[in-house]
Structure formats: C-alpha cells, structure tokens
C-alpha cells in the first residue's frame, strides 16, 4: 500500500495501521480521528467533505468526545470507515480537501478514547505470576488454580487516564518489615505494570455467555495500559480479597486503539498450556499476539533507560479466553469496557514487566545510565511504555503511554 501522504518509515501509525482515538487542536472541541504517520484524519472534517456517505449522521457521531457510539454500530462499520479512509489515503494523487481533513498529530491533545464502563484486570502471564508468588509466597509460589482459571479482579474505571497524565504517590496502611501493626505513610514501594488492555466493541446481554472461539468478534481494539501500583499497600491489604488501594489510585493508556484486524498479520501461536484447559477455554490456532514491548524510565531532568523488553506473545491466557471465561457466568459486557492482561514479563531478567521483578523486591537495584539506581520509583520519574509489532516492511504500532509520578 502506498499514500501521497509523507509517512516515516519507522512510524507506529502506518498506512496498514490506522487506529482510532479522540483528539482536539486546542479549539476545545474533541472530536474523533485517525492517527497516520505524523498526521490525524480528522473524521469529523472527513464526513463533511462526503468521504462516508449520510454527511450529518456521521459528522454528529465523530464529533462526540468519544468512541462509544461508533463502536457500537459494530465491526462491519467500523472496519468500512477505516478501510474508506485507508482507499482515501491510497489515492494516486493528493485529493482535494486533504489539508481541511488532516491535522497535524505532533500539536494535538489526546482524550480517553472511550467512555470505560467496567474495568478488569487479568493476571495472565505465568512468569509474573510465579514471580511475584516466589516474593510474597516462597513455598508456593503459583496457586493450584492459575493453570485453570484465567485469574482476574474487577478494577476501578473512574482512575483510568490518559498519556501524559501525571500520577500521584498514594498514602496508605503500611506494615513496616518485622512489625505487627500498619503505620500511614506515602507509599514507599511504587510501581508500575506492564499491561495490553483490550476495549469491548460488542455487548452481550445479562445471562449470556461468549464461546471462546467467537470471542474476537467482540473486541474492537488494543491499548497499551500501565496499571500502577503501590507495593507496599498493597502487600498489608490483598489478602483476602485482592487488589485495592494499591492499584485503584491510578492506570494510564495510550490514546490510539489499534484494532484487531491491523493486528491480524502479527498472530502467533502462544505457550503451550498444561494442563489442557476445560472445554470453554479450549482454543485452536494462534491465540497470542507478536507485540514487542519496552519500558523506559527517565529521572527528572535525565535521559531515560529502558529498562524492560517483553512481549505480548509470552501470555499464558489469551484475550479470547479472559472474555470467555469473564462471561462463562453469564456476566454481561458492555461497548467500552476495558480489560487489561495483567503485568507481561517474559522469561528473562530483563523481560519483567515491573519494578518488583527488575529489582526482585528491592534486593536488586536497577542500573540507569545516569549512574543512579533504583528500586521502585521515585517522584519525579516519567515511565514511558511503548509497544509495536514489525513484519518486514509493515508496521502496526501503539505509540505511548507516559506519566510522571509526583510526590
Ligand atoms: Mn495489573
């Protein structure tokens, strides 16, 4: 495929990938777009000028201040706009109009692409799920469930932010070593996790369940997703029933959705799973994603160090099998819920998807190249996460989530 349009060659946002977010230009005025090398098809700008067909249906729908309605109507629309804009793009020459319906993506401001209903964390990869069981239960690291149940805990949506935001260390109960009562402090072990979230782009209705092999069809896209997290409340508090404190003061996204069929070149087989999971987890072909992964961490007024390279491919569960199991109940979903996979870390050091495993603990603290360690973060550090799959010539990437943490 090629444009007139002048992409860099190692762009996240290829022609091939065109994934969807909600912008503004400093006018106030969110609106929806689509992001292509350096630029945003402005989607609003795009249906006036008749690229869609039925003008004021469209404008009024991209001109919400986020993607809801628009999944809602469902992939053989949402896939039709984005191939419409893909065939624009791919013209001989220069259209008319291209510079009322580009915008500059470099000077924009990014939204939540998607008004998030529900929230659920997964805890999907097997290397972080030993590992952190080896720290907190050294005995028995990986409960007898894990290689059974897709582990997951339903999370807060109202904290989730977008790029860019900053974060603020959360205060809580702390029960300092060798102690028996908890003490309130500034948490002291902060953190981050290495996440993919995907968005839900189809609802089911309550009592419903969704086989797994049909599970794809209701999932619109991917984000990266950094579900922060503070250690040490969170160490005094999970047991016995999970994640709280810890983890609700705040996740970041990147703002562009890249959808499942940009994707699709990049599938791959995933871990063989043992034992063979029950029947309604049962998956056959590739079930994973070939995403490479990488966490920078920058000092305030230094460079950064990445400190982290995974893969989404390392999964042990994959997304079809979380929202099948999410749903075997009859738990309804609904068009903009957000599920993220749980922290990704591979088999090597270098592969784990957090500061607890980088510095097992605290015990191993991580080189920067300014000369100064770490162990968890400190305020003023700005952890960037960035995420991309690469065949040949084709590029499909997901660009950043960033935030600084303050004290
Ligand atoms: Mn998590």
Known sequence: MKTWLNVPSDSDFSIYNLPFGIFDTGDGQPRAGMAIGDHIVDLVAAA???????KRFY???FAQPVLNEFIALGKPTTNRIRRRVQTWLCLPDTPEHASQIL???RSARMHLPVRIGDYTD???SIEHATNVGKMFRPDNPLLPNWRWIPVGYHGRSSSIVVDGTPIRRPHGQILPPGQDTPVFSASRRMDFELEMAFI?????ALGETIPVEKA????FGLVLFNDWSARDIQRWEYVPLGPFLGKNFGSS??????????LKPFRVKGPKQNPAPLDYLRTTGSRNYDIELEVGLSPQNSNETVICHSNMRYLYWSMAQQLAHHTVNGCNIKVGDMMASGTISGPTKDSFGSMLELSWSGQQPIQLQDGSTRTFIQDGDTITMRGWAQKGDVRVGFGQVG?????
């Open 403 to 407: 935030g600084t943490v303050l004290g």
């Open 253 to 262: 996204i990147s703002p562009w959705i890249v959808t499942l069929e940009a």
């Open 200 to 204: 839900v782009g189809k609802e089911t």
């Open 103 to 105: 915008a500059d993506r």
């Open 122 to 124: 997964f805890y999907s």
């Open 48 to 54: 006036e000028h008749g690229l869609f067909g039925k």
């Open 216 to 219: 794809e069809e209701y999932i």
């Open 59 to 61: 404008k009024k729908l």
